[in-house]
């Protein structure tokens, strides 16, 4: 067991977690989580989002100012804008927990399999924290995420092969494996996201709320928070949770509908966010949805152009949802917007 008060177990064969270093469960190969055994407590302001008592894992949390992004309404949607984080995307949400339990644990170097958002909240928060990062990233990866990345001084890692090569290099690198998919604490940070929603509405819950969907990080940590906020009995109902995903890359789609897909040899979609044809969560992604759209290159572009000419710029994996949105318009939803489009000019 990782602490008396906090309890990590395995998500397929629920045996405990035993060390930081057991990443995946040493029993059965299944992923770890984190049991929430507290109440949520909606008059305490004291450090919403990012307190310890709503992550009683951590006590000192090594911040760059992430949560508490705007929820504003165009027309009949609400927009969450987390791309307004502080290293353009949600998943700061993740490394923020993630890194500062690291630091207590006296981890000095790690190393995460990412040329994305995800590497680059990593280095970031790496970067604040004093840890040694090693960003592993494919032989071909290019562009602004990942002059990002090594601008925080990340030591950036090509390796040739697949996606798949990438993260076992990762994984066998030698530092510690700091895995934005398999580690709990990441997929647990992602929650506070649910609560501002919440929050935002008056405590109310959206009839539906509409997420890209790539390795399941942000689609698991939403549901997990509007399931504590519906455990908690600060909502009645779950909202009905919307799973967006491309034609190239939709494998949660292919069998939340049970229809066949064959991923392709090269992800070339313009949504380059979303890249993970064989989801290691995805048993555990199917049970988190409530429907899955299915969008095209050329829809996503249309949507992108819409949403700049609201002042919104994202990046074309977040303009997936306007996209879905539109093909599936429904009442009372929130869209997120989960990554900046001044990564991708």
Known sequence: MISSMVKEVCMKCRKERESIYEIKCNKCGGPFEILIDFEFDKNSERGFP???KIFPYIKHFISLGEGRTPLIKKGNIWFKLDFLNPSGSYKDRGAVTLVSYLAEKGVKQISEDSSGNAG?????????AGIEAYIFVPETAKGGKLKQIESYGAHVVRVRGSREDVAKAAENSGYYYASHVLQPQFRDGIRTLAYEIVKDLDWKIPNYVFIPVSAGTLLLGVYKGFKHLLDSGVISEMPKIVAVQTEQVMPLCAKFK?????????V??????LVSTRPFLLDYMVKASSECIV????????????????????????????????????NDAVLVLTGSGLKVL
């Open 50 to 52: 990012y307190s310890e």
């Open 268 to 273: 070339t979609s313009i949504a380059d966010a």
């Open 258 to 266: 049970k229809i066949s897909y064959t991923p392709p040899d090269k």
């Open 120 to 128: 680059s909240a990593i280095a970031a928060y790496s970067a604040a």
């Open 295 to 330: 969008v095209s290159d050329n829809e996503i572009v249309e949507a992108w152009k819409e949403l700049a000419k609201m002042g919104l710029l994202v990046e074309y994996s977040s303009a997936t949802v306007f996209a879905a949105y539109k093909k599936y318009s429904v």
